[in-house]
């Protein structure tokens, strides 16, 4: 079948880049799981969603809070430490522009379950650059300064 273009006006780019990353991990195409997905729909095998709500801040895996970062922001030690004492332990998915400031360490950094750059840019100090590899799922940018 030849490749076209298909632009879809109005799609969630949430959900897109949930299903962008569950099918980075997995070896597939986007286009490969929304065929699986429109074909199901099809077939009467997956109910239709009425649901007009976007998805809350918890992810699938449990009640992990979400940080997510469309925009530009920079978090110190102690944005991260009130957060975590707010929510526990949570995770930051950014398709933005994110720093962690130099004030930051491992143990503040071991906060942040997982760190999902989609196609964004992440600046880290250069002492906790290695840490940093460790925690994320990388499609975007990470820059060490």
């Known amino acids: 079948m030849p490749r076209k273009t298909v632009a879809i006006r109005g799609l969630d780019t949430e959900l897109y880049h949930e299903v962008?990353?569950?099918?980075?991990?997995?070896?597939?195409r986007v286009s490969e799981l929304m065929n699986q997905a429109l074909l199901a729909f099809l077939n009467g095998?997956?109910?239709?969603?009425?649901?007009t709500t976007k998805p809350s801040n918890t992810s699938k895996q449990?009640?992990?809070f979400i940080l997510?970062?469309?925009?530009d922001i920079s978090l110190s030690k102690?944005?991260?430490?009130g957060i975590s004492d707010e929510v526990g332990s949570f995770r930051i998915e950014t398709s933005g522009r994110l720093t962690l400031?130099?004030?930051m360490d491992k143990a503040t950094l071991s906060k942040i379950k997982r760190?999902?750059?989609?196609?964004?840019?992440?600046?880290?100090?250069?002492?906790?650059?290695?840490?940093m590899l460790i925690?994320?799922?990388?499609y975007g940018k990470i820059e060490k300064y």
């Open 20 to 28: 962008f990353s569950m099918a980075k991990k997995d070896g597939k």
């Open 115 to 131: 760190i999902v750059i989609h196609d964004g840019t992440v600046e880290v100090p250069k002492n906790l650059y290695p840490h």
């Open 135 to 138: 925690r994320s799922d990388i």
């Open 78 to 81: 102690k944005d991260i430490l």
């Open 101 to 103: 400031e130099k004030d």
């Open 62 to 64: 449990g009640d992990d």
């Open 68 to 71: 997510k970062n469309e925009g």
């Open 45 to 51: 095998d997956a109910p239709p969603n009425t649901s």
